[in-house]
Protein backbone atom coordinates (compact mmCIF):
# COMPACT_ATOMS: atom_id res chain seq x y z
CA UNK A 1 0.00 0.00 0.00
CA UNK A 2 0.65 3.71 -0.40
CA UNK A 3 1.97 5.88 2.13
CA UNK A 4 3.25 9.17 3.12
CA UNK A 5 3.28 11.51 6.16
CA UNK A 6 -0.38 13.99 5.82
CA UNK A 7 -1.51 16.89 7.70
CA UNK A 8 -5.75 16.39 8.07
CA UNK A 9 -8.12 19.10 8.78
CA UNK A 10 -10.36 17.84 11.45
CA UNK A 11 -13.64 19.57 11.78
CA UNK A 12 -13.49 21.95 15.26
CA UNK A 13 -16.09 19.59 17.08
CA UNK A 14 -16.04 17.09 20.25
CA UNK A 15 -16.63 13.66 20.31
CA UNK A 16 -15.89 10.86 17.32
CA UNK A 17 -15.74 11.31 13.81
CA UNK A 18 -18.53 10.13 12.15
CA UNK A 19 -18.20 7.24 9.45
CA UNK A 20 -17.98 8.48 6.29
CA UNK A 21 -17.10 12.13 6.82
CA UNK A 22 -14.80 13.89 4.39
CA UNK A 23 -11.64 15.58 5.28
CA UNK A 24 -8.77 17.24 3.48
CA UNK A 25 -5.53 16.27 3.84
CA UNK A 26 -2.13 17.90 2.96
CA UNK A 27 0.38 15.20 1.60
CA UNK A 28 3.74 15.52 2.76
CA UNK A 29 6.90 14.15 1.61
CA UNK A 30 7.59 10.68 -0.67
CA UNK A 31 4.74 8.58 -1.27
CA UNK A 32 5.70 4.33 -0.83
CA UNK A 33 3.97 1.25 -3.32
CA UNK A 34 0.60 2.04 -1.58
CA UNK A 35 -2.88 2.90 -2.95
CA UNK A 36 -4.59 3.49 0.33
CA UNK A 37 -3.33 5.05 3.86
CA UNK A 38 -2.67 2.09 6.40
CA UNK A 39 -5.48 3.31 8.98
CA UNK A 40 -9.09 3.80 8.50
CA UNK A 41 -8.51 7.00 6.28
CA UNK A 42 -8.77 5.78 2.61
CA UNK A 43 -8.51 7.78 -0.54
CA UNK A 44 -6.71 6.67 -4.01
CA UNK A 45 -3.33 8.71 -4.42
CA UNK A 46 -2.62 10.18 -7.65
CA UNK A 47 1.40 9.89 -8.99
CA UNK A 48 3.92 12.20 -7.12
CA UNK A 49 7.46 13.16 -6.72
CA UNK A 50 9.03 13.51 -3.70
CA UNK A 51 9.06 16.64 -2.80
CA UNK A 52 5.03 17.67 -3.70
CA UNK A 53 2.17 18.09 -2.00
CA UNK A 54 -1.31 17.72 -2.70
CA UNK A 55 -4.42 18.64 -1.22
CA UNK A 56 -6.72 15.50 -0.80
CA UNK A 57 -9.93 14.35 0.26
CA UNK A 58 -9.92 11.38 2.35
CA UNK A 59 -13.40 9.73 3.69
CA UNK A 60 -13.37 7.80 7.29
CA UNK A 61 -14.10 4.17 7.68
CA UNK A 62 -14.84 5.00 11.30
CA UNK A 63 -15.70 2.62 13.97
CA UNK A 64 -18.53 1.15 12.26
CA UNK A 65 -16.27 -0.28 9.24
CA UNK A 66 -17.58 -3.90 8.75
CA UNK A 67 -15.07 -6.76 10.57
CA UNK A 68 -13.16 -8.01 7.42
CA UNK A 69 -12.50 -12.03 7.14
CA UNK A 70 -9.88 -13.04 5.03
CA UNK A 71 -10.26 -16.89 2.89
CA UNK A 72 -7.05 -18.32 1.35
CA UNK A 73 -7.61 -21.57 -0.89
CA UNK A 74 -4.58 -23.12 -1.02
CA UNK A 75 -4.10 -25.54 -4.00
CA UNK A 76 -1.25 -25.52 -7.09
CA UNK A 77 -3.76 -26.20 -9.46
CA UNK A 78 -6.53 -24.07 -8.45
CA UNK A 79 -4.08 -21.09 -7.80
CA UNK A 80 -2.69 -21.66 -11.89
CA UNK A 81 -7.10 -22.24 -12.81
CA UNK A 82 -6.84 -25.59 -13.81
CA UNK A 83 -9.75 -26.41 -11.99
CA UNK A 84 -12.40 -24.45 -10.00
CA UNK A 85 -12.14 -23.71 -6.49
CA UNK A 86 -15.09 -24.81 -4.36
CA UNK A 87 -13.80 -24.54 -1.17
CA UNK A 88 -13.09 -21.04 -0.88
CA UNK A 89 -16.55 -20.39 -1.67
CA UNK A 90 -18.06 -22.88 0.67
CA UNK A 91 -16.12 -20.93 3.60
CA UNK A 92 -18.00 -17.74 2.73
CA UNK A 93 -20.79 -19.30 2.32
CA UNK A 94 -20.82 -21.15 6.08
CA UNK A 95 -19.81 -18.01 7.60
CA UNK A 96 -22.04 -15.84 6.82
CA UNK A 97 -24.41 -17.97 7.51
CA UNK A 98 -22.39 -18.40 11.41
CA UNK A 99 -23.11 -14.65 11.43
CA UNK A 100 -25.11 -11.93 12.44
CA UNK A 101 -22.53 -8.90 11.79
CA UNK A 102 -22.37 -7.57 8.00
CA UNK A 103 -18.83 -8.72 7.21
CA UNK A 104 -16.24 -8.18 4.16
CA UNK A 105 -14.99 -11.02 2.97
CA UNK A 106 -11.65 -11.11 0.67
CA UNK A 107 -10.59 -13.85 -1.05
CA UNK A 108 -7.43 -15.52 -2.19
CA UNK A 109 -5.73 -18.59 -4.12
CA UNK A 110 -2.19 -19.22 -3.81
CA UNK A 111 0.37 -22.20 -4.62
CA UNK A 112 1.26 -24.72 -1.88
CA UNK A 113 4.52 -22.83 -1.62
CA UNK A 114 5.55 -22.27 2.57
CA UNK A 115 6.66 -18.59 1.55
CA UNK A 116 4.04 -17.54 -0.65
CA UNK A 117 1.31 -19.43 1.93
CA UNK A 118 3.22 -17.19 4.37
CA UNK A 119 3.52 -14.14 3.09
CA UNK A 120 -0.59 -14.55 2.39
CA UNK A 121 -1.54 -15.04 5.87
CA UNK A 122 0.82 -11.98 6.86
CA UNK A 123 -0.87 -9.55 4.18
CA UNK A 124 -4.83 -10.64 5.79
CA UNK A 125 -3.32 -9.71 9.13
CA UNK A 126 -1.54 -6.93 8.07
CA UNK A 127 -5.31 -5.77 6.12
CA UNK A 128 -6.89 -6.03 9.64
CA UNK A 129 -8.46 -9.52 8.98
CA UNK A 130 -10.50 -10.44 12.45
CA UNK A 131 -10.39 -14.35 10.84
CA UNK A 132 -8.41 -15.94 8.01
CA UNK A 133 -10.17 -19.54 7.19
CA UNK A 134 -7.36 -21.25 4.77
CA UNK A 135 -8.42 -24.38 2.96
CA UNK A 136 -6.10 -27.34 1.35
CA UNK A 137 -2.58 -28.12 2.20
CA UNK A 138 -2.79 -29.63 5.31
CA UNK A 139 -2.58 -33.60 4.69
CA UNK A 140 0.67 -35.40 4.25
CA UNK A 141 1.33 -35.10 0.83
CA UNK A 142 4.97 -33.69 0.04
CA UNK A 143 3.52 -30.70 -1.27
CA UNK A 144 1.36 -30.12 1.58
CA UNK A 145 2.94 -27.50 4.00
CA UNK A 146 -0.26 -24.88 4.83
CA UNK A 147 0.76 -26.04 8.48
CA UNK A 148 4.48 -25.46 7.91
CA UNK A 149 3.30 -21.67 6.52
CA UNK A 150 1.56 -21.25 10.10
CA UNK A 151 4.04 -22.13 12.30
CA UNK A 152 6.25 -19.72 10.14
CA UNK A 153 3.91 -16.85 10.75
CA UNK A 154 1.65 -17.19 13.71
CA UNK A 155 2.76 -15.87 17.55
CA UNK A 156 0.72 -18.48 19.20
CA UNK A 157 -1.21 -22.21 17.98
CA UNK A 158 -4.47 -23.38 19.46
CA UNK A 159 -4.77 -27.65 19.21
CA UNK A 160 -7.67 -28.04 20.07
CA UNK A 161 -9.48 -26.18 17.22
CA UNK A 162 -7.66 -29.16 15.16
CA UNK A 163 -8.26 -31.68 17.39
CA UNK A 164 -11.98 -31.04 17.43
CA UNK A 165 -12.13 -31.06 13.52
CA UNK A 166 -10.41 -34.22 13.26
CA UNK A 167 -13.22 -35.62 15.97
CA UNK A 168 -16.01 -34.14 13.90
CA UNK A 169 -14.96 -35.89 10.66
CA UNK A 170 -14.19 -39.21 12.07
CA UNK A 171 -17.93 -39.11 13.55
CA UNK A 172 -19.34 -38.33 10.79
CA UNK A 173 -17.13 -41.67 8.93
CA UNK A 174 -13.92 -39.95 7.78
CA UNK A 175 -11.15 -42.49 9.10
CA UNK A 176 -8.62 -40.23 7.14
CA UNK A 177 -9.50 -37.64 9.17
CA UNK A 178 -6.55 -38.98 11.62
CA UNK A 179 -3.79 -37.56 8.44
CA UNK A 180 -5.09 -33.82 8.49
CA UNK A 181 -2.23 -31.90 10.50
CA UNK A 182 -5.29 -28.65 10.47
CA UNK A 183 -4.87 -26.27 13.45
CA UNK A 184 -5.51 -22.82 14.04
CA UNK A 185 -2.80 -20.01 15.69
CA UNK A 186 -2.98 -16.15 15.50
CA UNK A 187 -1.02 -13.39 14.17
CA UNK A 188 -1.57 -10.38 15.76
CA UNK A 189 -5.51 -9.61 16.57
CA UNK A 190 -6.18 -12.22 13.53
CA UNK A 191 -7.19 -15.73 14.19
CA UNK A 192 -6.04 -18.22 11.52
CA UNK A 193 -7.90 -21.93 10.89
CA UNK A 194 -7.45 -24.33 8.65
CA UNK A 195 -9.86 -26.23 7.15
CA UNK A 196 -9.96 -29.11 5.02
CA UNK A 197 -9.63 -29.01 0.75
CA UNK A 198 -13.01 -30.51 0.33
CA UNK A 199 -16.23 -28.55 0.41
CA UNK A 200 -18.11 -31.51 2.09
CA UNK A 201 -15.82 -31.02 5.31
CA UNK A 202 -15.91 -27.05 5.75
CA UNK A 203 -18.89 -27.28 7.22
CA UNK A 204 -18.16 -30.33 9.17
CA UNK A 205 -15.33 -28.97 10.61
CA UNK A 206 -16.72 -25.66 10.99
CA UNK A 207 -19.68 -26.85 12.74
CA UNK A 208 -17.34 -28.22 15.38
CA UNK A 209 -15.37 -25.62 16.16
CA UNK A 210 -17.10 -21.90 15.28
CA UNK A 211 -19.07 -21.76 18.37
CA UNK A 212 -15.62 -20.80 20.36
CA UNK A 213 -14.44 -18.46 17.22
CA UNK A 214 -16.19 -15.21 18.19
CA UNK A 215 -14.66 -15.55 21.82
CA UNK A 216 -11.65 -16.19 20.57
CA UNK A 217 -11.13 -13.42 18.67
CA UNK A 218 -12.51 -10.53 21.36
CA UNK A 219 -9.49 -12.17 23.53
CA UNK A 220 -7.39 -11.72 20.76
CA UNK A 221 -8.60 -8.01 20.28
CA UNK A 222 -10.42 -8.21 17.82
CA UNK A 223 -13.87 -6.96 16.58
CA UNK A 224 -16.75 -8.36 18.34
CA UNK A 225 -18.67 -10.71 16.18
CA UNK A 226 -22.15 -11.34 16.53
CA UNK A 227 -23.35 -15.00 16.01
CA UNK A 228 -26.51 -15.99 14.22
CA UNK A 229 -28.55 -17.94 17.09
CA UNK A 230 -30.76 -19.49 14.18
CA UNK A 231 -27.39 -21.52 13.31
CA UNK A 232 -24.71 -21.11 15.96
CA UNK A 233 -24.99 -21.17 19.61
CA UNK A 234 -21.46 -18.48 20.56
CA UNK A 235 -19.56 -19.06 23.99
CA UNK A 236 -18.67 -16.46 25.53
CA UNK A 237 -17.74 -16.91 29.06
CA UNK A 238 -16.29 -13.89 30.19
CA UNK A 239 -15.36 -12.50 26.91
CA UNK A 240 -18.43 -10.07 26.60
CA UNK A 241 -18.98 -7.24 24.56
CA UNK A 242 -15.92 -5.09 24.03
CA UNK A 243 -16.25 -1.73 26.21
Known amino acids: MRSANALLELPQASGTL?????????????????????????????????ATKTELHFTYAGSQ???????LTVSDR???????????????????EYLATDCEYICRMVPDEVEVIAAALKSFASAGCA???????TGPALRDVTPEA?????EKIYDGFGEQMRRASLDVGVPTAILS?????????TLV?????????????????????PCCIDLLGGPYLEGNPDR????????????
Open 150 to 154: MAMVC
Open 193 to 213: INVPGKPASVRTCLDAVFPAV
Open 78 to 96: ASRGEYEDLSGPAIVEVVK
Open 181 to 189: RQAAGSVGK
Open 131 to 137: LVCTTGG
Open 18 to 50: PAGSEVSALIIGDLAISDRVLSNLTAPFPPQTA
Open 65 to 71: ARPKIGV
Open 232 to 243: VTVFRPGCGPKK
